[in-house]
């Protein structure tokens, strides 16, 4: 059974850092591209950021360009997701999903963790 | 960008109705398009891929269709378990994929 499991989240001041992870299991980790996706309250799905599978590309939404930065450790099954220079818009609930082999568009997700960007 | 706009944005049903939702895409995306399900609290689930694929282990009850820029998911016969929040997405500008606004389906 695919499992993903995130942490990391909590509170953090405006201009403040977190760091997310995800860890996952059932499956070949190191085979499959791996995307960010999260949910601000009360509104809709946003992709955050993709790598590829042996980390070679790495894309962002122009909304965290340059403050986000994706990585991950195959050996250890692991996604992460850096997060600097945090705005109020940044607060959410981000979800780890894996990538459709070959599809292009996440088949498994994570429950998700909570992200809130407060003084 | 691709924008991808989902109607209605919230459906009142009952048990056993048939429903419809459409996403339309601001330019032709083939059949680059998901349909996925989310309920409060939980991860959100893929039911439809490649416009009208259907997800292993989703009923058949659900169907998808479609191309280009008009999609429509069809759910042949509420069950209480579908009362949610469906989303589409378009990755046929990959890697930035997008999602519908979202369609909130409730009970009637």
């Known amino acids: 059974e695919v499992q993903l499991v995130e942490s990391g989240g909590g509170v953090a001041p405006p201009g403040g850092s977190l760091r997310l992870s995800c860890e996952g299991s059932?499956?070949?980790?190191?085979?499959?591209?791996m995307n960010w996706v999260r949910q601000a309250p009360g509104k809709g799905l946003e992709w955050v950021s993709s790598i590829s599978s042996r980390s070679a590309k790495t894309y962002y939404a122009d909304s965290v360009v340059g403050r986000f930065t994706i990585s991950r450790d195959n050996a250890k099954n692991s996604l992460f997701l850096q997060m600097n220079g945090l705005r109020d818009e940044d607060t959410a609930v981000y979800y780890c999903a894996r990538e459709g082999y070959g599809d292009y568009q996440p088949d498994y997700w994570g429950q998700g963790t909570l992200v809130t960007v407060s003084s | 960008d691709i924008q991808m706009t989902q109607s209605p944005s919230s459906l009142s049903a009952s048990v056993g109705d048939r429903v419809t939702i459409t996403c339309r895409a601001s330019q032709g995306i083939r059949n680059d398009l998901g349909w996925y399900q989310k309920k409060p609290g939980k991860a959100p689930k893929r039911l439809i891929y490649a416009a009208s694929g259907l997800q292993s282990g989703v009923p058949s009850r659900f169907s998808g269709s479609g191309f280009g820029t008009e999609f429509n998911l069809t759910i042949s016969s509420l069950q209480p378990d579908d009362f949610a929040t469906y989303y589409c997405?378009?990755?046929?500008?990959?890697?930035?994929?997008?999602f519908g606004q979202g369609t909130r389906l409730e009970i009637k």
């Open positions: 997405l378009q990755h046929s500008s990959y890697p930035s994929i997008t």
């Open positions: 059932g499956f070949s980790f190191g085979t499959y591209s």
